[in-house]
């Protein structure tokens, strides 16, 4: 009689198939730890700024800018303001801390891969600036609700659209304007702002940064200190054989770097946001980035771009990070009065230029004048001869001609439901997340600044309110 077969092991698949699990279960929770960590770090440091920069109270910042974007997992995030110790801290159900450090003159930054009090050590010596007080008038009026009927307007009609802008058109807050101001003719014409907000409320422009880091490139180009046509000394890129070296600041204005970046804020592990809060340093984070295409064959949106070019004004400013980082100060806010203004660095002291700088509306409207005025202030030249056709000239690669050189020459769909005809040929824009508009219409003398809270699309159609305004100015 033959004995029954033994059954045959399989050690081998059972470790194996351990072995997978276990790597499974620590992707999964490196993917969770990830989405943590940039919560937390947009969490802290939207609080942060908006507490120390903006003036406002920390309830009301969780309350409006948090909680009602991200009815989720943002709520498990608790924060806590130290006044005193000019900080914020968020932590997810108690872990994982975050910590966000206020430096006068310089905003927030995330202390990310490097210590809380060695980030608040590294503090600016500013000189005074130019206070609120101080700030030189508008040709005309600067008081609110004061404003006569200039020849031509229809001021009622004017003020319907304003009133229009800020009321909301379901039941539940969504287009969340905060601060209108349009100027004509160097004129404020129309000013309003939502309740607990007001002239020298200092907001977030978001991706408007990008085309303040028009302008200071445009400085450093007057001074001789850049050119568009020469490479940028980016240290990621400095080996003889890659090809990362052709690219130009010219390149780089244009959105055309050819660079791999993912430009979604929807994907809390894709690169802006990581970029943006889970790093340390922005820029290098950009410039690892390989080549999807090659330089000046593609247009491609990208906040890292950006970053990359604010890290090269470092070395074109020269001196040490006190003379670069109170360069947009002196090169820009002050000679045009704009007290409020504020570009916030990363850990690694590189300003983010994509995404964080603030103003009010009012000093938003002096930095569109400045380009309304072929970058003349006051008679004093600022931007070089050139520099503003240069900007708003259609980059090679960008459908359509949407595109200049960190200046949008047609809104973006989202902020454009109505389509962008009707508006004036002339009209180009800086545009930022959930809404941040600044407009100039060089053939009708206008600056328009929307500045909000509007999430999603067709919240804010800001074609639609420049058609509205063009029709009584």
């Known amino acids: 009689m033959t004995a029954p077969a033994r059954p045959v092991r399989r050690p081998r698949l059972w470790l194996a198939a351990a072995a997978g699990a276990v790597v499974l279960v620590l992707a999964v929770g490196y993917l969770g730890w990830q989405v943590i960590f940039v919560g937390n770090g ?4 939207t609080v942060c700024s908006a507490v120390f920069v903006s003036g406002r109270k920390t309830q009301a910042v969780l309350d409006a800018d948090i909680h009602s974007n991200d009815p989720g997992i943002l709520r498990l995030v608790t924060v806590e303001v130290d006044r005193p110790g000019l900080a914020a801290r968020s932590r997810f159900l108690g872990f994982a801390e975050r910590e966000v450090v206020f430096r006068e003159g310089l905003g927030c930054t995330l202390a990310t891969g490097v210590a809380a009090q060695d980030l608040a050590s590294r503090r600016l010596s500013l000189s005074p600036g130019i206070s609120v007080a101080q700030r030189k008038p508008w040709p005309s009026r600067e008081r609110i609700g004061v404003l006569a009927a200039p020849r031509g307007i229809n001021m009622s009609a004017l003020d319907a ?7 909301e058109p379901g039941a539940a807050p969504a287009r969340r304007t905060r601060a209108i101001v349009v100027v004509h003719n160097g004129t404020i014409v129309a000013e309003r702002y939502a309740v607990s907000y007001g002239p020298d409320s200092a907001l977030p422009g ?8 028009n302008a200071l490139v445009g400085v450093l180009v007057r001074e001789g200190k850049l050119g568009l046509d020469s490479p940028l000394p980016v240290p990621e890129w400095s ?7 052709a690219i130009t600041l010219r390149q780089l204005l244009h959105m055309a770097s050819g660079l791999d970046f993912t430009e979604s804020y929807g994907n809390p592990l894709g690169d802006v946001l990581w970029m943006l809060f889970g790093t340390g340093d922005a820029a290098g984070f950009a410039a690892r980035k390989a080549l999807a295409t090659a330089p000046g ?3 491609a949106y990208s906040s890292g771009t950006t970053n990359i070019v604010a890290r090269a004004l470092r070395q074109a400013v020269g001196g040490g990070e006190a003379d670069y980082l109170a360069f947009p100060r002196r090169a820009l806010f002050e000679p045009l009065g704009m007290a409020s203004a504020v570009i916030e660095p990363d850990a690694s002291g590189t300003f983010v230029g994509s995404s964080f700088m603030f103003a009010s509306a009012r000093d938003w409207a002096r930095f569109g004048l400045l380009y309304l005025q072929d970058g003349v202030w006051d008679g004093n030249r600022i931007l070089p001869e050139g520099w503003v056709a240069f900007s708003t000239t259609p980059a090679p690669s960008a459908p359509g001609g949407v595109y200049g050189a960190h200046f949008w020459l047609r ?5 454009a439901q109505s389509g962008n005809e009707g508006l004036p040929h002339d009209a180009y824009h800086a545009v930022g997340h959930e809404g941040q508009l600044l407009t100039i219409i060089p053939s009708r003398r206008l600056v328009v600044v929307r500045l909000g809270l509007s999430v999603g699309r067709g919240v804010w159609d800001h074609a639609a309110f420049l058609r509205r305004l063009l029709q009584v100015i």
């Open 411 to 415: 809104l973006p769909t989202l902020y």
């Open 161 to 167: 659209a304003l009133e229009e802008a800020f009321a």
């Open 206 to 213: 978001w991706s408007m940064t990008k085309s303040t880091v």
């Open 42 to 45: 947009y969490v802290a440091k």
């Open 297 to 299: 064959q593609g247009w």
């Open 239 to 245: 080996a003889p054989d890659d090809p990362r070296r």
